[in-house]
């Protein structure tokens, strides 16, 4: 069974730091883009920042310069390090990834399950 399982949200005050992870296991055969997104209360959910299999990376304007996805393809992990946090950062940060089961060219987008980040002093 293929699935994603995030970690490491939590409080923090204002200007502190978080790292999310996301790993991916089961029977993958290759993972190619890997993101980030967020759902604050009332809100629709957003892109924070995505990576390609290559590395090429893009950000949501409002994270630009504080956040920074990286990726660790021998552990079928994403990062997510989460500097400067501001009380609007606040949400449920759900990754996903754009997953190979088999050798076939057919891709299937996988989400896991959130994590919550409060940015709060």
């Known amino acids: 069974q293929v699935q994603l399982v995030e970690s490491g949200g939590g409080l923090v005050q204002p200007g502190g730091s978080l790292r999310l992870s996301c790993a991916a296991s089961?029977?993958?055969?290759?993972?190619?883009?890997m993101g980030w997104h967020r759902q604050a209360p009332g809100k629709q959910r957003e892109l924070v920042a995505i990576?390609?299999?290559?590395?090429?990376?893009n950000y949501a304007d409002s994270v630009k310069g504080r956040f920074t996805i990286s990726r660790d393809n021998a552990k079928n992990t994403v990062y997510l390090l989460m500097n400067s946090l501001k009380p609007e950062d606040t949400a449920v940060y759900y990754c996903?990834?754009?997953?190979?089961?088999?050798?076939?060219?057919?891709?299937?987008?996988?989400w896991g399950q959130g994590t919550q980040v409060t940015v709060s002093s």
């Open positions: 089961g029977s993958i055969f290759s993972i190619n883009a």
């Open positions: 990576i390609t299999g290559g590395g090429i990376t």
């Open positions: 996903n990834a754009d997953l190979q089961l088999t050798p076939r060219p057919q891709h299937y987008a996988y």
